[in-house]
């Protein structure tokens, strides 16, 4: 195990945008290797997601409940190597709300310094009224964000898809 690269990844989103069900998928999905599986390290202000998965070991920082814990952020965001934004595609009255966030977020000292990547997840796009990607990329001026890679998946995080092929590409943009 201490081989392997660890990867320090922060998940945030707006609540109710399938944070804890894409935890759910990766850890009944995702627990790598045998004997190696996903554990919940509970704590306040944030969950901790472990596993371990093509030769990197992950751990996954839910930071939910984002205003209250703000000032927490900066303790973790030193180290975190990665951004996962879960974003509730059917959700379009918050889309303001989700700009804003991300703003906030690429403020955070520690992010604003280094080119932590982000991969978006357009999640729960398997329901009516989801809005698609490129209007999504619009709605929420993604393209303001210049100073690092991001990419925007389209995902189900209930029955896992596209999830793979999103940390996929944000492990090959944190190496
Ligand atoms: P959180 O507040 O960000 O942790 O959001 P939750 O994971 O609790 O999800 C909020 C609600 O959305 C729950 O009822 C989930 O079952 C549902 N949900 C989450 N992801 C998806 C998805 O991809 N598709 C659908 N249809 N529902 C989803």
Redesign the pocket.
């Known amino acids: 195990l201490s081989k392997m690269r660890l990867l320090k990844i922060m998940l945030v ?1 707006l ?8 935890i759910k998928w990766l850890r009944s999905n995702l627990n790598g290797t045998p004997g190696q599986n996903l554990n919940t390290v509970p704590t306040v202000g944030y969950n901790m997601e472990k596993f371990v998965k093509n030769n990197f070991q992950y751990q996954i920082y839910d930071m ?1 409940g984002q205003s209250k814990y703000r000032e927490m952020w900066n303790n973790y965001c030193k180290e975190i190597v990665g951004i996962i934004f ?1 974003i509730d595609s059917t959700d379009y009255l918050r889309f303001q709300v989700v700009a804003n966030e991300v703003e906030l977020l690429l403020e955070q000292e520690d992010i604003k310094n280094r080119p932590v990547p982000i991969l978006f997840l357009a ?5 009516q009224g989801a809005i698609a990607t490129e209007s999504m990329k619009e709605m929420l001026k993604l393209s303001v964000i210049t100073d690092r890679k991001w990419e925007i998946f389209q ?4 029955k896992g898809a596209n999830i793979e092929n999103g940390f996929q590409w944000l492990t090959s943009s944190i190496i």
């Open positions: 989103g609540d109710n945008a399938g944070k804890t069900t894409f939910s879960v999640n729960k796009s398997d329901m995902t189900n995080s209930l």
